[in-house]
């Protein structure tokens, strides 16, 4: 459709270091997995709450760190050539992480996520 990359779909004022409930962490992971696909889809640079997504942070503060291979992530993320694979290892990821918040009663928080990459995805425009 060839519709220009903006910035302005990024989520640049969600400060991922305030985020101090279940609830906005989910939110924030949902949000920011759409930022990092978008900027993938472009072949633009990761941006700073991206890289803190990427860092496994917000991800080890809720616990879900263990189902990310940030290593591989990153480096796909960094080698555009690679968008099938990143966004594989993305979907795969986050369904284990449904699976695994399932299981553990836990279940509103994989909503949430579905929810913010949801309510991200439908302010990009389509490409």
């Known amino acids: 459709m060839s519709v220009p990359f903006s910035s302005d779909y990024l989520a640049s004022s969600l400060d991922p270091n305030k985020q101090q409930t279940a609830f906005d962490k989910a939110l924030t992971l949902g949000i920011l997995g759409a930022d990092l696909g978008y900027l993938n889809m472009y072949e633009r640079q990761v ?58 009663d836990r279940g509103q928080l994989s909503a949430l996520m579905i929810i913010g990459y949801g309510l991200k995805l439908n302010t990009l425009p389509p490409r």
Request: aromatic share 12%.
């Open 47 to 104: 941006r700073p709450s991206i890289s803190f997504l990427l860092s496994g942070s917000l991800l080890r503060e809720s616990g879900l760190a263990s189902f990310f291979d940030f290593e591989t992530i990153k480096r796909l993320s960094l080698n555009r050539s690679n968008l099938d694979s990143l966004l594989f290892l993305s979907i795969d990821s986050y369904t284990q992480i449904d699976k695994y918040l399932r299981d553990n």
